[in-house]
């Protein structure tokens, strides 16, 4: 994303060409850039060649799918809708990876029925339900059991999944007891142990003390599990000041565990992928001053970009004509949704804004569109991808007729 004449441009694309065509708002992806990630994420880690599922939940677009899985990679879902959009993309079904702490048995029946590569179980009930059902089957169904390591990501209260207080996994004694179970089961193939920490991390740290507990917790298993799925979690830089992630010095610490443990790696990145590919452009609708701020309300919302009100995310946002003319206001970017909360961000320094200027929110591409909904009755909206100067649209507007 750059200017050129004063004109915002995603890839060699106009944005106010962009509106012209689809209107507003609209979420755009970056090819350029999205190829750009899964390359550098592959290299990052090339010396054991893991198998990258690509996390369903931070962008469900079909069509941004099939693009993903062109690159050899598989899929990490945890709902039946997401394995069924998986396998509609064409992803192999052993390259599939069942997570979740809830699984019904309809899900459990429909992902062995997929013959898909794993069900990683996040407790003994769940193990128990997988192997009444593969029983009734006759057949020996491929699982993981999901350990809880008990690290603090240092990451948000609200996408932490690695600590003992979350609801995430099981302990280390539970882990064990579900080891010898399985081992006992005729219908039950122990294959893989599973970790994930959460969410947006930037610390290499945390994952080398994860290696730390996964190296102790095989060794008291005494059991040879062929994969190790490490999860996903690497985050993003949103801000100015946000850190980038050590992906060496992550590749370097998985090197080590592999010389003690021969197991192969699996992957379920999401943001790392998708986050940065992604923008929302929107327009302002009404410029409304008090004493204190000028609200510059958007026509997106919260329904449509849900992180600032959930997790109370900042995100970058760009005029999308340059004006050098910078406003003494300071300016609170807010949706129309019937909710205080609907608030994208408060800014002191932003150049001079008038009512129907267009923006653009960027870094959206992950737990943007799959976060959005049809609150106050409102259509989602339209999705395009952008290669170079070709637009495709890759979703259509909702409309109305379609909601009532």
Do not use: W
Request: glycine share 6%.
């Amino acid at each position: 994303m750059k200017y050129f004449n004063r004109n915002l441009l995603i890839e060699k694309v106009k944005v106010k060409n962009i509106v012209k065509k689809f209107s507003t708002p609209t979420y755009c992806y970056s090819y350029k850039k999205l190829k750009e990630n899964i390359n550098n994420f592959k290299k990052s880690f090339n010396s054991f060649s893991p198998l990258v599922c690509f996390s369903i939940k931070s962008n469900n677009n079909l069509n941004l799918i099939k693009e993903i899985k062109k690159f050899g990679f598989g899929a990490d879902v945890v709902s039946i809708g997401e394995l069924m959009i998986s396998l509609k993309a064409g992803i192999d079904p052993k390259k599939i990876v069942f997570s979740g702490v809830g699984k019904t048995s309809e899900e459990i029946k429909n992902a062995i029925d997929k013959k898909i590569l794993l069900i990683n179980a996040e407790s003994k009930s769940e193990i128990i339900e997988i192997e009444k059902i593969a029983k009734s089957k006759k057949k020996i169904v491929n699982v993981g059991i999901r350990l809880n390591p008990n690290i603090d990501a240092k990451t948000l209260k609200q996408i932490s999944t690695g600590k003992k207080e979350d609801k995430f996994g099981v302990d280390e004694k539970t882990f064990l007891n579900i080891v010898n179970y399985a081992s006992l089961s005729k219908n039950i193939n122990l294959k893989c142990l599973s970790v994930h920490l959460g969410s947006q991390i930037l610390d290499h740290k945390p994952y080398e003390k994860m290696l730390k507990v996964l190296d102790k917790t095989i060794r008291k298993s005494n059991h040879n599990f062929e994969f190790i799925d490490l999860g996903g979690g690497m985050g993003i830089s949103y801000e100015k000041n946000n850190k980038k992630f050590n992906y060496s010095k992550y590749n370097n610490a998985i090197k080590r565990f592999l010389k003690k443990h021969k197991s192969n790696v699996i992957f379920e990145p999401g943001r790392s992928i998708v986050g940065n590919i992604g923008y929302l452009i929107s327009k302002v609708i009404y410029i409304k001053k008090n004493n204190k701020k000028h609200f510059i309300i958007l026509d997106a919302a919260m329904n449509d970009f849900m992180r600032p009100a959930l997790y109370g995310s900042n995100h970058k946002i760009l005029p999308v004509i340059k004006k050098n003319i910078l406003s003494k206001n300071i300016y609170e970017f807010v949706g129309p949704i019937c909710e205080s909360t609907d608030k994208f961000t408060t800014l002191k320094k932003f150049q001079k804004l008038d009512e129907k200027d267009l923006l653009v929110i960027c870094d959206v591409g992950a737990y943007g569109i799959s976060l959005s909904s049809n609150y106050n009755m409102r259509p989602k909206p339209a999705e395009i991808l952008i290669k170079g100067s070709k637009i495709k649209a890759i979703k259509k507007r909702q409309k109305l007729t379609d909601l009532i």
